[in-house]
């Protein structure tokens, strides 16, 4: 009796000074302290009240206030992938050029710009010379009529050329040939490149298809540089071109 005056004495003691109540318990049977979590007094061994065991009574309060909710880690990996791969494509599909474009791209600038009339601009024909394994071009010339068709003469084939400044000044040479209905002579109307053949259309500075059943097939891009007053070609370039259709 005089031992459970003393515990009962203490457990005041303990909630006078403020600590948690809930770390410390006392068996109602026999009045030892028994440790958190303990089903059983371990002193008389009595079998001790389900409220008497901390965080074992399984209320709503408790699976709120004593439990976190752990991330789905798993779900979370899975989004960051799905975030990436979508990124990559996007990235992929917006800077990947079409092999026109990538052509254009690398050509020399010889102008600061240009505009042609809406009205048709047909190409004026130039000769151009074999050197060295160069096709050569007169800068000025292109310069001065803006756009051009000249035939490469081979040993064993002839094959049509073209020049023209785009309207970002620069110099664009190609195949001269719409290959699906083989024509070989084109004209300018503002900012489109045109088949004098099937009509269809392209736009003048990237070759990026506009209108036209021939569209896939622009006349194909061969590249060029400039060397003083003259535009160079490889030879071999245009001998190794393959029409595509």
């Known amino acids: 009796m005089k031992k459970l005056i003393l515990n009962t004495a203490e457990e005041k003691s303990n909630k006078k000074n403020g600590r948690d109540n809930d770390m410390v318990r006392f068996c109602p049977n026999c009045g030892n302290k028994i440790e958190p979590g303990s089903k ?6 009595s079998s001790l009240p389900k409220q008497t065991v901390p965080g074992s009574d399984g209320s709503k309060k408790e699976i709120v206030l004593g ?11 899975t989004i960051f992938y799905v975030a990436v791969l979508a990124g990559s494509l996007f990235y992929y599909f917006a800077t990947t050029m079409t092999k026109e474009e990538m052509v254009i791209s690398e050509q020399p600038e010889v102008l600061s710009g240009i505009e042609y009339p809406s009205s048709r601009y047909d190409m004026q024909p130039v000769e151009a010379q074999v050197e060295n394994g160069k096709i050569i071009l007169p800068l000025d010339e292109v310069l001065d009529k803006k756009f051009v068709r000249f035939v490469y003469k081979g040993t064993t084939s002839e094959i049509p050329l073209l020049a023209y400044i785009s309207e970002e000044g620069k110099l664009i040479t190609s195949i001269s040939m719409c290959e699906p209905c083989n024509s070989t002579t084109f004209h300018i109307s503002g900012n489109k490149l045109i088949c004098n053949s099937c009509g269809s259309t392209w736009d003048l500075n990237d070759l990026d298809a506009i209108s036209g059943s021939c569209g896939k097939y622009p006349p194909d ?9 003259k535009i160079q070609i490889d030879e071999s370039a245009v001998l190794n071109w393959k029409r595509r259709v």
């Open 40 to 45: 059983f007094c371990g002193s008389c061994g």
């Open 67 to 77: 439990q976190t909710k752990k991330p789905n880690y798993k779900i979370l990996i």
């Open 221 to 229: 891009p061969i590249p060029s540089s400039v060397n003083g007053n």
